[in-house]
């Protein structure tokens, strides 16, 4: 049930997460404005997120270079390790977003445990597909080399995505599991995702990631939900949305797909959560979501299915 | 008001249980582990069974059985199933109730004795003011969906707080052949629709919640939650994976209803 501090919150952030879905679905003159609106609209929320008190401790964070130009935050829990890894990737519509807009995400992750590294991939439109998703896999392989230095755990890799990054993490476990990655992947987690862009082609910048052919809406790279069948993903997958999240028939849909392909899963849908409600501490439902992904994550990092 | 379709549910429900073999033990008081067990009669002969902690007030939930189901545990031999049982220990009195239906009985005339005794409960520090549930397991949740609006009006200012299905059984399953709660096969997708926005009714004016959490099987309850979100209606949805050696799906399933309600640990 939704909390009394939740309702007032949502209430007062409802004019903007209406702006949020004007900003996917709105009409524009042309390509340009649409990113400039998506950017300046992405800026207002992190402006918002400055105003905010909240900080998490028991982890330290430091922006590091995975490779020249590749950027990465990475926040390590307080500690002797070897602790569990979570690759991160973010939202914002493939268009925007840094490393300090998902600060308090990778400190809650690293304050639940986890040593959290979340790459700040190369942007759309000016770098479509599969731009993003490469620097990706590539942060994937330097985790195998280079987290130990960390503290963390190569051998126990959960991979996470909020918005489209929930999608994204998804396609990102499906391609490493064809990889020597296989054996550490040990779950999955999208947080307000889509998982099937051939049917939200309407949702979202989608076409400027994809360069306009949207056709590689077909590519499992884009829509995990393509071709999916058991065996392909992790063992441990967690979805999770809320019923005031324009993400929510999307994940229920994938849900469902995941049944009748009778693939096990997780999912939690919190009343009266907005999109990407987990980024914000402030809201009990917000913080439930995380709870709820970190006692996953922790499943899923001691029991192998 | 008594809809046909509930109506049907509810004989169904109660000819499952053979209720016509079930006594009047007002006041008895049943031993049933560590939790002391009283039998009700809220009037018109219909029972529920109450389990409450050995002391201090707790929220009630009522929970309607499943009579008769294979698996079933809302309603076993004096009220101690085991889902009664584990909402106590979730720091609930259990109110488990036996339909009346087959009797001839109108819920309508039940449920406001429900109501009186919630009620005066509430008012003897028996149950905890303003905290009111309606739930079921498996079939036992389609009865609670089914008897929410009426139990709803018959509390009257006391407010309904939430209807939680636990692993229900609503013949859902992709919006299959029966509609939600009812106990007649064949009434196809249009029905399961219509009985998704009187569910969806519940949420409004921001009223009752809609609660559903499910350790496996999930089909029900993921094809009554997209229902629902093509609705537009507020609802909280919990789906754990199936349970595997070692992982307690059950006691995560009985821990989630906890924290959906809002209710201190135990």
């Known amino acids: 049930m939704q909390s009394e501090n939740d309702k007032a919150i949502c209430e007062f952030i409802a004019p903007m997460s209406a702006a949020v879905q004007v900003g996917q679905f709105g009409p524009f003159a042309n390509p340009q404005a649409a990113v400039a609106h998506y950017r300046t609209m992405i800026d207002g929320l992190g402006a918002l997120r400055e105003h905010t008190s909240y900080a998490p401790a028991g982890a330290y964070f430091e922006k590091i270079e995975l490779r020249p130009g590749l950027f990465a935050g990475i926040s390590v829990p307080y500690g002797a390790g070897p602790f569990p890894v979570i690759l991160h990737a973010h939202g914002n519509g493939f268009l925007a977003g840094d490393i300090a807009d998902y600060k308090s995400t990778q400190m809650d992750f690293a304050h639940g445990g986890f040593v959290t590294v979340l790459p700040a991939y190369r942007l759309a439109p000016e770098n479509p597909f599969p731009a993003g998703f490469d620097d990706m896999m590539y942060a994937a392989s330097w985790l195998t080399e280079n987290i130990g230095r960390y503290g963390g755990d190569p051998g126990r890799v959960v991979i996470t995505g909020n918005s489209v990054g929930g999608g994204f993490a998804y396609s990102l476990a499906r391609a490493l599991m064809a990889t020597p990655l296989r054996d550490a992947l040990r779950g999955v987690a999208g947080f307000d995702g889509f998982y099937d862009w051939r049917v939200a082609r309407g949702i979202g910048l989608i076409g400027f990631y994809l360069g306009g052919n949207t056709d590689l809406t077909a590519d499992p790279r884009v829509s995990v939900a393509v071709d999916l069948k058991p065996g392909m993903l992790p063992p441990n ?13 999307p994940t229920l849909g994938f849900a469902q797909l995941l049944r009748s392909q009778n693939i096990d899963f997780e999912l939690h849908l919190l009343e009266g959560n907005f999109h990407d409600a987990a980024r914000f501490p402030e809201l ?22 | 008001m008594i809809t046909p379709s509930r109506r049907t549910v509810l004989a169904g429900l109660a000819g499952l249980a053979g209720l016509s073999a079930v006594p009047r033990l007002m006041g008895a008081e049943i031993t049933a582990g560590a939790w002391r067990g009283t039998e009700v009669d809220f009037g018109f002969s219909t029972v529920a069974r109450v389990l409450a902690p050995s002391s201090g007030c707790a929220p009630a939930l009522f929970i309607c059985g499943a009579p008769g189901a294979p698996g079933a545990r809302g309603v076993q031999r004096g009220g101690a199933g085991p889902l009664a049982q584990q909402c106590v220990a979730a720091g609930f009195t259990a109110v488990t109730i036996d339909a009346a239906a087959a009797r001839g009985v109108a819920d ?4 406001a004795g429900a109501a009186r005794w919630v009620k005066d409960n509430q008012s003897s520090g028996r149950l905890t003011p303003g905290q ?15 008897w929410a609006a009426d139990f709803r009006r018959a509390l009257g200012t006391t407010r309904l707080r939430a209807v939680v299905g636990l ?10 052949t029966a509609g939600l709660g009812t106990a007649s096969p064949g009434t196809g997708i249009s029905a399961a629709r219509a009985r998704a926005r009187e569910i969806a009714a519940l949420t409004r004016g921001d009223e009752t919640s809609i609660v559903l959490i499910s350790d496996g099987g999930a089909d029900d309850s993921l094809a009554l939650g997209r229902e629902l979100a093509a609705l537009n209606a507020p609802f909280e949805l919990h789906l754990f994976a199936r349970p595997e050696p070692g992982l307690p799906a059950d006691a995560m399933s009985m821990a989630q209803m906890q924290r959906s309600l809002h209710q201190p640990t135990a």
């Open chain 2, 108 to 111: 309508d005339a039940w449920l």
């Open chain 1, 237 to 249: 997958l967690y979805l999770s949305t809320g019923s005031a999240d324009f993400a929510a028939p």
């Open chain 1, 284 to 305: 009990d439902g917000g913080r439930e979501v995380t709870r709820l992904f970190l006692e996953f994550a922790h499943r899923a990092c001691t029991v192998r299915a």
């Open chain 2, 132 to 146: 009111v549930f309606l739930g079921g397991e498996g079939q036992g949740a389609a009865g609670a969906f089914a």
């Open chain 2, 167 to 176: 692993n229900a059984s609503l013949g859902t399953a992709g919006l299959g």
